[in-house]
Structure formats: structure tokens, C-alpha cells
């Protein structure tokens, strides 16, 4: 997905997922709520009768511009959808209250007319076909341990990071996280235990992928080796994953760059060693926080570097001192940044280094971020330029001013 429309010489990674459906933001209506386009196909204008059920008219229901805080969305994951069932959990909370008590096909009728008229049609095919791929691996691929595969917090994370989520204040995760720079914030979460289950799985994906010489895509346009987690089955897994562990958090330390909305990701791990891929090229993440959490297995070299937070014109400006951040990878420990913190990792010189990674993404903050006009608070050179021209038009006031006073020291008493 490209949101900036930009090419740089700078790698992106690019998210072999369908990317999630904006929320409609046209037509602005007086009550601040937001108006979907004109009527679309199959629909009645002042509401109608539609396979059966009966689809709200689109001149009286509108499209909220504030998600509904209170509202638990339905699970859409059982349904035969051909947009992501997490997209239609995620637009429920947008829906207008009178339309949140009706029944599933009732939202699902009205969220689908919405998301068709929005969505261009290439999305549409390239969602269906990654679709039947996935279709295609959970159906022949033979699972080693299932408990991986359903949320079970007590035996994924350690004590200390679940006490921290159950408290859920800024002060509670400070005291199990370290910010060894700003905007970097390392703690420990992994069990061991899940570390070691989660490897073995991935292990036995890999041979199976090796045995049926099934062509699987890889995690990006960087990484050769590793799997997409949510490719084979870990979806639903990874969405509890990032919508109650990791959105508590970014809400927090992240707000600027749609911490508190994220309502997408991509899951995957990636390996690294002599056999695997050495290292990985500067680059941002295709994301709004990146969580990285070092599975393990023995290995040297490793290390993340990070160069400070860029906007995408400013994705190649020079890095100032003060940026310069090196981190080494310890098994079961977590990093947790923003997306568009540039990093790297440097060669893994022995051994094996096995990281899981997981991109949050945030569909209402990259849909307003097309009509912001201003500099965003969270890029570095975006500030220091503003600084700067702050600094400049101080100077020139004092300058004016300067000469004024001596003009008027000069000007004849009366
Ligand atoms: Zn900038």
C-alpha cells in the first residue's frame, strides 16, 4: 500500500495484505457526523428491501466521525465476506447508534454497500485471491500446536506485562518498560515457553512448505526468509494480540500517529543467520507502531540501529546526533516503535536470530493524514524546520525592532 504516493530511495517495506478500507470521510454533515457518498447500487434511496433485509436508507443514517467507545462489535470472522471480517468489526463502531442493535446481516448489508463504493476494484481481486491462498494453507497445512492459535494471555506473556495491562496507566507501563531513547520503549512479554512453542511451529510450517513445495510470500519486499504468521491461521490470534496488548499501550506513548485507533496488522516472523538473511537495509515499516520481540535461539550481531522519526519527505534528511540509537536483541524482550522510526538491523555473525514482528496499523489515521496540510508533530526534521523558521522570523522582529529604537534614539526630541 502506498500512502504517501512518493518513490524514495529509501526501502519501504510493502504489506502484502490487502490494506484496510479507509473510513469514508466526504460530505461532512452539520452534525458532525460523516455522510457516505451519494446511493450506490442496490439500494433504495429512502431505504429499502434488499435479499431479504431491510437496508437502512442512506438519507437518514450517517456514518459516525467518532467510533463509539461503549459499542462491542460483532465478530464477523464466520462469515464468507470479500473484505476482511476485522474491517467490518472495526466500521461497527461507526455505524450511527440506532443501527447498532440490529442484526449481523442487517450491519453487514450496510457496511458492504459503504466499503464497495470506497474501495477501488484491483483491492477487491487482490483480496479475494489472497484469500483463497490463505484458504488454501489452513486447509492442508497440519498444525503443531493449536494453543498457539486462540489468545491465552496467562501463557504467552510473562506476569510482569500483564499486571501492567490489567492496571492499564501510563505509570504502570513505565515501570516494566525502559525508553532508552525517545520513542523506543524495550520490555520484557514473552513467555519462554511461548517462545519456544512458537518457533517449533514455525519450524514445522517451514518443513511442510519445503515438503509440498507450496510457494508461499514472504513477510516483505526485504526479508527472504520467514512466514506470515496470519497466513497460516494466527489471524484472529493476532488481532486480540494487538487490539488488547498492544493498542492499551500505543494509546498512551503513541497518540499522535493513531496509537489509540489501530485496527489492522500484519503478523510474521523473520529469520536471520549465515544460512538466512544476514541483515536488513535501512528502511521504515509500513506501519503506525511496530512491536519486534526476539523469539531466540543462540546467536551473535543482531543489533537494531534507529535513526530517528521521518515523515515521507523527510525520509532521507540526515540523522542528528541525538538520534543514533544501537539495540541488541535479548530472547522473550519486546521493542515497540513507531513505524516510521527509520532502523535497520546489522549481520547476524553466528547462530540464528528469530524475531516476530508485528506491524499495527491505524486506517482512520491514515485517512486523515491525506488532509493534514500541517507538519506532523511526531517527524523530527518536520520540527527542527519549524524551529528553525520560528527562530528566523524571532530574529527578524528583533532586527525591526532593533532598528526602529535606534532610529528613534536618533529622532530629534520634538
Ligand atoms: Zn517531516
Not at 281 to 298: A, R
Not at 315 to 342: C, K, M, W
Not at 346 to 368: D, H, M, P, Y
Amino acid at each position: 500500500m502506498s500512502n504517501d504516493g512518493t518513490s524514495s530511495p529509501l526501502d519501504r517495506h510493502v504489506d502484502p495484505t490487502p490494506p484496510p478500507i479507509s473510513q469514508p470521510t466526504t460530505g461532512n454533515a452539520s452534525d458532525g457526523s460523516v455522510l457516505p457518498h451519494s446511493n450506490g447500487n442496490g439500494t433504495d434511496d429512502n431505504g429499502g428491501q434488499q435479499n431479504g433485509v431491510v437496508v437502512p436508507s442512506y438519507t437518514t443514517t450517517r456514518l459516525r466521525l467518532n467510533p463509539n467507545a461503549d459499542h462491542k462489535p460483532d465478530s464477523y470472522e464466520n462469515l464468507d465476506l470479500d473484505f476482511s471480517p476485522f474491517l467490518f468489526s472495526s466500521l461497527e463502531s461507526y455505524l450511527p447508534s440506532n443501527l447498532l442493535s440490529l442484526s449481523r446481516d442487517v450491519k453487514v448489508t450496510y457496511m458492504r454497500d459503504v466499503l464497495l463504493r470506497y474501495s477501488p476494484e484491483s483491492e477487491r481481486v487482490r483480496f479475494q485471491k489472497h484469500r483463497e491462498y490463505r484458504q488454501k494453507i489452513i486447509s492442508n497445512y497440519q498444525r503443531l500446536h493449536m494453543e498457539l492459535y486462540t489468545m491465552h494471555a496467562t501463557t504467552f506473556f510473562v506476569p510482569s506485562f500483564l499486571k501492567a495491562i490489567n492496571e492499564n496507566t501510563e505509570q504502570g507501563f513505565r515501570n516494566i518498560m525502559s525508553e532508552p531513547t525517545p520513542g523506543i520503549f524495550t520490555f520484557e512479554m514473552l513467555q519462554p515457553h511461548f517462545c519456544e512453542m512458537l518457533l517449533a511451529e514455525v519450524e514445522n510450517f517451514e518443513k511442510w512448505v519445503h515438503e509440498t513445495k507450496f510457494r508461499i510470500m514472504r513477510p516483505n519486499t526485504m526479508n527472504k526468509y520467514g512466514a506470515v504468521l496470519d497466513d497460516f491461521g494466527m489471524e484472529t490470534m493476532l488481532d486480540k494480540f494487538m487490539e488488547e496488548f498492544i493498542r492499551p499501550i500505543s494509546k498512551v506513548f503513541f497518540p499522535e500517529v493513531g496509537g489509540s485507533t489501530l485496527d489492522a496488522h500484519h503478523g510474521f516472523v523473520v529469520e536471520y543467520g549465515m544460512d538466512r538473511d544476514l541483515d536488513l537495509g535501512f528502511h521504515v515499516d509500513d506501519s503506525e507502531v511496530t512491536l519486534n520481540v526476539c523469539l531466540g535461539k543462540q546467536f551473535s550481531g543482531g543489533e537494531l540501529f534507529f535513526r530517528g522519526v521521518r515523515c515521507e519527505k523527510h525520509v532521507n534528511t540526515e540523522t542528528q546526533s541525538e538520534e543514533i540509537f544501537d539495540y541488541p536483541h535479548l530472547p522473550g524482550r519486546a521493542v515497540l516503535h513507531r513505524g516510521r522510526h527509520r532502523h535497520g538491523a546489522r549481520a547476524t555473525t553466528s547462530g540464528n536470530r528469530i524475531n516476530l514482528l508485528l506491524w499495527c496499523k491505524s486506517s482512520v489515521f491514515r485517512e486523515l493524514r491525506k488532509y493534514q496540510k500541517e507538519f506532523p508533530s511526531w517527524c523530527a526534521e518536520c520540527q527542527r524546520e519549524k524551529k528553525e523558521r520560528q527562530h528566523q522570523s524571532v530574529t527578524a522582529a528583533k532586527l525591526v525592532k532593533l532598528k526602529f529604537s535606534n532610529q528613534s534614539v536618533l529622532l530629534p526630541n520634538w
